[in-house]
């Protein structure tokens, strides 16, 4: 009589167990991505209002975004695999289309025209190329053999750099990166070779003069600056030398949260956009930015495992090229703001202040877990 109580019991908690799994899986939802994510927009509200001096509007206005942001990837996580992959051409088009109607209507703000106002939001069309790139390239593979001839690497060529051309013509060379490495990312998980992998890099040497001579005159003080910021410690080497006062002055454990000097005294420019990883090395010092970066190689390395078990070549490229991209726009912010990159505009993903950067990431994290919560019903 024990022994068939034990078995009840056990198989009440399996199927209690199973039920709450499935209800997950209805909704297509990742519940470690989802909870990772979540700690590092918490995080990220604690060190905004300290980075913003206090101001509670400016926290509020994050919350607007994140709370669109995030309904926007419920509803993606909820779309089969298979939508994307038949809507990735149009969706390229009209993302290109954007992207050229910026050069005309754009809206000009801090010397670029970048964004589109429509009254009501106002978003940046080089944003959706961030999606639209790796999804294009992943629809353009999937129906070709791999690894990639050199017909289809001349074809991805024009694919990927025709955007990145014109979003750098805004000017706006962080974002144009950010759309080339998106595009990058996508041919390593096709395959591309070594040896055409050498030769783009031997190509991108031979041409740096060339494109050396087409880069806007605040772009070429950038990458000076870069190799040498005390050339001109009040002009352009004036952010990256705050920048490093900054983390520097935290030490291990950090000056405390609303303890900063540098931006609460206001040395420290952008410290709530771009510069905001400065800010938590001034406050919560190596160990609060150590906890920082492991969050976020969490949130890398559950996409990369979610790229790893797709289930075709359209899903592997896609979930493969979006999970680098979010690593590479990491990578490239906190490479800038500790001096090893050249600075050039890019906010830190999931915390700096702003909509339309929180849209994309949430939006391809949804398209994720579409990928990892459909490839059941894809079998």
């Not at 991805?156 to 706006?172: C, G, L, R, V």
Request: one cysteine or more.
């Amino acid at each position: 009589m024990e022994m068939s109580n034990n078995l009840r019991r056990k198989f009440k908690r399996h199927q209690s167990g199973s039920q709450y799994r499935t209800l997950w899986q209805v909704f297509h939802l990742d519940l470690i991505l989802i909870a990772t994510s979540t700690l590092l927009v918490v995080a990220g509200f604690f060190i905004l209002f300290s980075a913003s001096n206090q101001k509670i509007a400016m926290v509020y206005s994050q919350f607007g975004h994140i709370l669109l942001a995030t309904l926007l990837m419920l509803i993606l996580a909820q779309i089969p695999p298979w939508v994307y992959k038949r809507w990735a051409p149009w969706f390229y088009g009209f993302s290109l289309i954007a992207l050229f109607s910026v050069l005309i209507i754009g809206h000009v703000s801090l010397g670029g025209r970048r964004w589109i106002n429509l009254g009501v939001i106002r978003f940046q069309p080089s944003d959706l190329m961030r999606i639209a790139i790796p999804m294009m390239l992943a629809w353009y593979f999937s129906q070709k053999e791999l690894p990639p001839t050199g017909k289809d690497l001349l074809i991805s060529a024009a694919i990927i750099f025709i955007p990145a051309m014109i979003t750098a013509k805004e000017p706006d060379l962080g974002s144009a990166i950010i759309i080339a490495s998106g595009g990058l990312c996508v041919l390593l998980f096709a395959g591309i070779r070594w040896r055409v992998i050498f030769g783009l890099m031997i190509l991108t040497s031979a041409a740096a003069p060339f494109i050396w001579h087409f880069m806007h005159g605040y772009q070429k003080q950038r990458v000076l600056t870069f190799l040498n910021p005390n050339r001109d410690p009040l002009g352009t080497g004036y952010h990256i030398i705050q920048s490093k006062i900054a983390i520097g002055s935290g030490g291990i454990f950090g000056k405390g949260w609303l303890h900063g000097t540098q931006s609460h005294l206001h040395f420290l420019p952008e410290h709530a956009t771009d510069f905001i990883f400065a800010v938590s090395g001034e406050e919560l010092g190596l160990i609060g930015c150590s906890i920082l970066l492991l969050i976020y190689l969490l949130i890398v390395s559950r996409c990369l495992y979610i790229a790893s078990q797709a289930q075709d070549t359209f899903t592997r490229l896609l979930a493969g090229g979006l999970s680098l991209l979010f690593f590479i726009s990491v990578f490239v912010n906190m490479g800038m703001v500790t001096g090893i990159l050249p600075v050039v505009g890019l906010p830190l993903p999931l915390i700096s202040y702003g909509g339309s950067s929180m849209l994309t990431i949430l939006a391809s994290f949804g398209i994720l877990m579409s990928i990892h919560g459909h490839k059941k019903l894809m079998k």
